[in-house]
């Protein structure tokens, strides 16, 4: 290669790198538009106009990259719920003992809700209404794959009470969100004590109690 086709290649992937870039630019203010506008607005009241003048995205170029409202809630629901994951999976292996493990995978649920607000609403938003398909809501489901797994190893070790994986939640972890949006409201203070104090009733919760005779 000749140093004239040399600059002309580096030409094209230097052209090509920046459109990338815009088109990720763009894709990210879609994404943040339509969280803000979702925990405001709610689904219904949210339509393809404004998600794009929230963007500053002329309304036809939301179609470049989902094929309608939608596909474009769906897409937004599993990239907020793979953040979600990462975040709260981070520090976390199976081969730790069960209770250490959930209370590692419980205290980064607290962190990620305190640190990432509009998404956690999102998320919260998401689960509590039909706005998601089943299609989209299944997929966000094997996300958390690595806590279900844990709770199935502490239910095999006779550690975790015999319930479904949606019991458990609903008892150990969605308390979470009550507790940070009431912070949210400066109507509960979360100290590092009444987090503590949240978690072993948590666990205390879905753990199986042994009786003394």
């Known amino acids: 290669m ?4 040399f600059l002309l290649s580096l030409s094209y992937q230097i052209k090509h790198m920046v459109a990338l870039s815009k088109s990720d630019i763009k894709r990210n203010a879609l994404i943040n538009a339509t969280i803000k506008l ?5 689904f219904h009241a949210t339509p393809m106009s404004k998600i794009a003048k929230e963007a500053c995205i002329s309304p036809g170029t939301i179609y470049l990259y989902y094929k309608n409202k939608q596909d474009l809630i769906n897409n937004v629901y599993l990239h907020v719920k ?6 709260i999976f981070q520090n976390y292996t199976n ?3 069960v209770e250490e493990s959930f209370k590692i995978i419980w205290y980064q649920i607290a962190d990620y809700r305190l640190k990432e607000v ?8 998401c689960d509590n ?3 998601i398909d089943d ?9 958390l794959q690595p806590l ?7 239910q095999i070790d006779g550690i975790i009470k015999k319930a479904c994986p949606y019991v458990l939640y609903a008892y150990a972890v969605y308390p979470l969100a009550f507790l940070i949006n009431a912070k949210q409201r400066d109507d509960y203070e979360l100290t590092d004590e009444s987090k503590e104090q949240a978690f072993k009733m948590a666990w205390d919760s879905i753990k199986i109690t042994e009786h003394k005779s």
């Open 2 to 5: 000749n140093v004239h086709s």
């Open 38 to 42: 979702v925990i405001s607005n709610g």
């Open 82 to 87: 793979q953040k979600f994951t990462q975040a």
């Open 95 to 97: 081969n730790t003992p």
């Open 118 to 125: 509009a998404e956690a609403l999102f998320l919260s938003h």
């Open 129 to 131: 209404t039909p706005i």
């Open 135 to 143: 299609e989209s809501r299944k997929e966000g489901i094997k996300h």
């Open 148 to 154: 279900l797994d844990l709770w199935e190893r502490g």
